[in-house]
């Protein structure tokens, strides 16, 4: 083997060890499609439900 070849072959191996880690530790991308929380069902429902206990609360407090 000639200095080129080795040198083609160390600059290969230490590019592959440098390189090939870091993609199989590295996060995958966010999905922005995706609703990463459930904001709109649980929180609706709870504020129709406030809601319509203020008006329970309001009713029976203008009947006394």
């Known amino acids: ?10 600059v290969f191996l230490i590019l592959t ?8 530790i590295a996060q ?3 999905m922005l499609d995706s609703a990463q929380a459930p904001i709109d069902g649980g929180l609706s429902i709870l504020a129709v439900g406030g809601g319509l206990y203020a008006l329970k ?3 029976s407090k203008s009947n006394k």
């Open 28 to 30: 995958p991308p966010p």
């Open 17 to 24: 060890v440098l390189v090939f880690p870091m993609d199989g």
């Open 1 to 10: 083997m000639n200095k080129r070849n080795v040198l083609l072959a160390s």
């Open 57 to 59: 609360k309001m009713k």
